[in-house]
């Protein structure tokens, strides 16, 4: 299967890293490929990269060009990069609670009406999905993930709010994310979680990693208030029921 795939593209960015570019659409097949090839360079680190940053269809290589030249690291990319991905890897998976819809989901009702369905089935939609996580941009702990059922689909809102809260728990296009921080957002907003995906002075700083499978549990507001509270103080709040 891997050997009739198309290797990947090389695009310099700069002159001191390159992106490493599966595919050009947003697909699970890149996402596993991006994935792989960065644990690969983990087992074998090569000599004069300092950073490698996975998004959900390339991977972006930071390298010091003293040590080694663009031509040379290009060579090692694509030949780690058309190696069989192993047949087992360990996944880890998270359990995270959400209260959904009033105040901490203002936008639960309208997507309800705009997908012709009730806020009640809308929140069932988005507990039942098996959700990964692809990426991690945008914000500290923006934790984009894929696996949302397409009777969840929708384009993001054309005027994107200046601010959404922290914990936030949205649906944008073909995508579901966490977000951790309070920050602007085009994205419609179902729920909060309190569970902290970054927190700068817990070990470790960030919770959920590229890869990680994530599932959701609906809580009410009372029982979001009180995890909140222990949240706040580094407790991690998520379950881990698998890894």
């Not at 891997?2 to 097949?29: H, K, Q, W, Y």
């Not at 950073?51 to 030249?69: A, F, N, Q, W």
């Not at 700068?200 to 499978?213: C, S, V």
Request: glycine fraction near 8%; charged fraction near 20%; hydrophobic fraction near 40%.
């Amino acid at each position: 299967m891997a050997a009739t795939r198309s290797p990947p593209r090389l695009l310099p960015s700069g002159d001191s890293a390159v992106t490493v570019e599966f595919s050009r659409n947003i697909d699970d097949d890149a996402n596993w490929r991006v994935l792989a090839l960065d644990r690969a360079m983990a087992a074998e680190p090569v000599k004069g990269v300092t950073e490698t940053v996975p998004t959900y269809r390339s991977l972006l290589v930071h390298y010091d060009p003293v040590t080694i030249g663009f031509d040379e690291l290009g060579e090692k990319l694509l030949a780690l990069a058309q190696r069989p991905a192993p047949a087992v890897v360990r996944t880890r998976r998270w359990r995270i609670p959400v209260v959904y819809g009033g105040e901490h989901g203002i936008d639960l009702e309208d997507v309800a009406k705009a997908l012709n369905a009730t806020p009640g089935e809308i929140v069932a939609r988005h507990v039942a999905g098996d959700y990964r996580v692809a990426m991690i941009g945008f914000t500290p702990g923006w934790s984009y993930l894929s696996g949302l059922t397409e009777s969840l689909h929708l384009p993001r809102r054309q005027n994107p709010r200046l601010l959404t809260p922290a914990g936030t728990i949205s649906i944008g296009g073909v995508q579901t994310g966490i977000q951790c921080l309070a920050g602007p957002s085009g994205w419609h907003l179902l729920g909060r979680t309190a569970v902290r995906t970054y927190q700068l002075h817990r070990d470790p700083i960030f919770l959920l990693e590229p890869g990680d499978a994530v599932t959701f549990v609906s809580v009410d507001a009372k029982v979001f208030a009180e995890q909140d509270r222990a949240a706040e103080t580094g407790e991690f709040i998520a379950e881990l029921v698998a890894s």
